[in-house]
Nanobody, 122 residues
């Protein structure tokens, strides 16, 4: 069965860095686009970043562009999100998601991990 297991979250001070990981299993990881989505307490879901099957053409939300970097390791079936220059507003539960693309204009996330908590506070 499809499994997405996030890890690496924790407490970090503003301006600090953290890398969260997503171990994928139960499907052909190299055949899917992948994304990170986050949700802060009391707020809605916010798409953070996506990466293509081949690892090229990454996309980022304006709120994290220039600070976060998405990557994937095909051999290890693992998705990463390197987060630098963290801000208190980055505090959220970070979810790893598998993307589906029926067309170039229609994407959705069919599987989600349980999330890993990232807290940015002094």
């Amino acid at each position: 069965q499809v499994q997405l297991a996030e890890s690496g979250g924790g407490l970090v001070q503003p301006g600090g860095s953290l890398r969260v990981s997503c171990a994928a299993s139960g499907f052909s990881f190299s055949s899917y686009h992948m994304s990170w989505v986050r949700q802060a307490p009391g707020k809605g879901l916010e798409w953070v970043s996506s990466i293509s099957i081949g690892g090229g053409s990454p996309n980022y939300a304006d709120s994290v562009k220039g600070r976060f970097t998405i990557s994937r390791d095909k051999a290890e079936n693992t998705l990463y999100l390197q987060m630098n220059s963290l801000k208190p507003e980055d505090t959220a539960l970070y979810y790893c998601t598998r993307d589906r693309r029926p067309s170039s204009m229609y994407w959705y996330f069919d599987y989600w991990g349980q999330g890993t908590q990232v807290t940015v506070s002094s």
